[in-house]
């Protein structure tokens, strides 16, 4: 089916013209070259064509080789954000590398300045899975290699993402705002290149609109600012109209997922039951055009954001059964996630999945759900000793945590649960530490202050 698909896209191209990209691409593999299509493919097919990428890139005589392994990152840091896959990342950046130092000798500006984009895109990717935030710093030096006359519209809109980023990593939000504000020059000319360029430059402008919307997102939130929200609500809403989900369905169910979030948190603001309900329904339909086989880190990335949604609902309207699909959508979700114990998003998954069973104990006041809760982790524990699996071991360790802090609050007794709580904590921050996961390691200083201020005996 996908086959045929893939046969019809490329047979349009054919009598349109093609995409200016498509043009001087590699023509083996299922997609031709043309990345346009890589994404109605799927992570099996997917390897085989970054591997295909690869011997053309690799070939002795190889026209204008830099070009070639510059294509074969993309398609290696494509197979890498959907399958979450360390390895594939690390090929990505080998191949990226490679041409940009291909570019540097035969002195040809705007392709070295391509490569520099590419080098950067993959060290963020590596950031937001693996929770590496040293990866963005790294990203801005490598943009900044590029003087300022020979920038391009994506790297303007990377530059703006990463100092949004550092902005809000430092609490600095006007700095963030700012670089909301900075999107919009580059997204205009994003957005001019696609009217010529086609499919791979509007994939290229749907990614980085998302990127902006993620950042208008994080400030609303931050700054509790409803205006902000309704901006990311409408500007999703623009963005995905001009895709088409059969044939662009990972970047639209992106971009409406987005919209659902941006809901949900105005829902949040307004105190508005409906808006909620309104942005949970619309992250139901994202998660819809998504199977794990065809993109396993978007479904999981989605059902999570589905969780979130759920579980901000059960919030509002004080429903068990809300939370209760919240769990199951947090369940969805891991088990593609566990396959990578190392990915960010797991533990995030993992805290809010703790987090709601907790909120179902409360609202039920059934100690039994704690109790089937304290036993999957210690189990967890077991399968997967420290020394092993470090990064699964503290995430379990964060989460036990948790649930311990919820049978004190329901029973209001303290067995000595809180003393093992904050030794679970202490635990996960050294190791979160040592690690350098920024993003877990907060996770963990939050809990050991939340335990601290509850219970301060």
């Known amino acids: 089916m996908r086959e045929a698909m893939f046969e019809f896209g490329r047979d349009l191209k054919r009598l349109f013209g093609g995409d200016a990209d498509f043009k001087g691409a590699w023509r083996e593999g299922l997609t031709g070259g043309d990345t346009s299509l890589l994404e109605l493919l799927d992570v099996r097919l997917l390897a085989n064509e970054a591997r295909s990428a690869d011997v053309v890139a690799g070939r002795i005589g190889a026209r204008d080789r830099g070009a070639r392994l510059l294509e074969a990152a993309v398609v290696w840091r494509e197979l890498a954000r959907r399958g979450g896959d ?33 080098q950067a895109m993959l060290a963020v990717m590596g950031a937001d899975l693996f929770g590496d935030e040293g990866l963005v710093a ?35 939000i006007e700095r963030a705002l700012s670089a909301i504000t900075a999107f919009e020059a580059p997204l205009r000319a994003l957005a001019a290149a696609k009217r010529v360029k086609g499919g791979s430059a509007r994939l290229q402008l749907a990614d980085q609109r998302a990127a902006r919307i993620d950042l208008i997102l994080a400030c609303a939130e931050r700054l509790k600012d409803r205006n902000l929200a309704e901006l990311a609500v409408s500007e999703a809403k623009t963005a ?24 949900v948190l105005l829902g949040e603001l307004d105190g508005e039951l409906s808006r909620i309900t309104e942005g949970v329904e619309t992250l139901f339909a994202a998660v819809e055009v998504l199977t794990p086989d065809h993109s396993p880190m978007d479904w999981a990335r989605a059902g999570a954001a589905l969780g979130a949604a759920l579980q901000a609902l059960g919030e509002a309207s004080t429903s068990e059964r809300a939370f209760e699909q919240a769990v199951s959508a947090y369940d969805r979700a891991t088990q593609v996630l566990k396959a990578q114990p190392a990915l960010a998003l797991r533990a995030v998954v993992a805290n809010n999945r703790a987090l709601c069973l907790a909120r179902c104990a ?55 649960r809180l003393a093992r709580a904050g ?35």
């Open 423 to 457: 030794a679970a904590l202490a635990a996960a921050f050294d190791v979160f530490s040592e690690l350098g996961l920024r993003s877990l390691t907060d996770l963990a200083a939050q809990g050991l202050q939340r335990l601290k201020q509850g219970h301060p005996a």
């Open 240 to 263: 995905a109209a001009v895709l088409d989900p059969d044939f662009e369905p990972l970047a639209w169910a992106r971009l409406e997922g987005l919209r659902g979030s941006a809901l």
């Open 138 to 172: 790294a990203a801005s030096a490598t943009l900044a290699r590029t003087p300022t006359n020979q920038r391009t519209a994506l790297c303007g809109a990377l530059m703006a993402g990463l100092d949004g980023r550092l902005a809000l990593a430092e609490n600095d």
């Open 362 to 416: 409360e609202l039920t006041a059934d100690l039994a759900v704690l109790d089937a809760a304290e036993l999957a982790f210690k189990a967890e524990l077991s399968a997967a000793p420290g020394a092993r699996d470090p990064a699964s071991w503290a995430v379990a360790q964060m989460n036990l945590a948790r649930l311990y802090e919820a049978r004190v609050e329901i029973t209001g007794r303290d067995d000595g």
């Open 86 to 118: 360390a390895t594939a990342l690390r090929k990505g950046a080998a191949q990226a590398e490679a041409a940009a130092k291909a570019f540097e000798a035969d002195r040809r500006q705007d392709a070295l300045a391509a490569a520099r984009c590419e």
